[in-house]
């Protein structure tokens, strides 16, 4: 049994193509579109897959992109429970342009799900063995449960599992609520949770500590993009900043670094050091095109340059 177990409410099929510009009206010529299973925690548990471990990806979906979604994930080894929902799943579009190395991503909505299958996604994971975490990673479709974190963390609690959460908005407001073990909101996420849980905070550092000291969650890993990341615990304040590499594309950047930190975490090692791990992983996903996430040589050479500089700096 794969001691992490990953929930995805919202799963995609991310297509990414290139074009030389991007121009109005025109009609374009593109590449041919490059197909891989998207959603928060489907690429977790597919980035944690090609660092040499074992997650288990639960999502809901159905239709002929459902059974393409799961396809994609056995392709890669990735263990699945797929809920049916007799829905199509929703597409994300990556368009690069290659003339200004622009991004431009195109995030289509998913389909509102009956609380019948948000319950069974939940069953399906009550019924798994034990798992040492529990990561619910991207968005939620409109119409989401106010409680779904509620019945999330009494899962959790129940198989001792530690729950990580990487969403936004309303629902990690929801998800803080009931108390996690960690949360990797991004500088503006953070921004957003001081105002709607009223924080008394004049930084993000500041802001971090508070979300700790209150019980909403053990650990904030704060995502800064190439700046790295702030890791605040009760105890802890660190910023780890990774090297600067040529930036392909940051698609799966944010849930490379979560599949480092959890894996790490995963074979025990200590807060600090599965954060730098997670810096490296997500840095290692830049250099990648489309949504290819992270490679593990790339990411073993980030993490030693990392490890390195920490030492020069003590020494």
Known sequence: MPSVITITFNPCIDKSVEVPQLIPEKKLSCTLPKMEAG????????????????????????????????????????????????????????????????QFRFGMPGPVLPDAIWQDCLDRVAQEGDAAFIVVSGSLPEGFPTNIFERIAAVAEKKHARLVVDTSGIALQHALRHGVHLIKPSINELNSLIAALQLDASSPVAAAQEIVKRGYAEA?????GPEGAMLVTGSIVKHIKPPTVKKASTVGAGDSMVAGIVHSLARHASLEDAVTYGVACGTAATMNPGTALCKLEDVELLHDMIRKQYRDLVS
């Not at 090609?50 to 809901?60: D, N, Q, R, V």
């Not at 904030?220 to 800064?224: E, G, Q």
């Open 39 to 102: 959603g928060g925690g489907i690429n977790v548990a597919r980035a944690i897959t090609k660092l040499g471990g074992e997650a288990l990806a639960i999502f809901p979906g159905g239709g002929a992109q459902g059974k393409l979604l799961k396809d994609l994930l056995l392709e890669e080894a990735v263990p699945v429970v797929q809920v049916d929902t007799g829905r199509e799943i929703r597409e994300n579009w990556i368009v690069l342009e290659t003339s200004t190395n622009h």
């Open 220 to 224: 904030v890993v704060v995502s800064m």
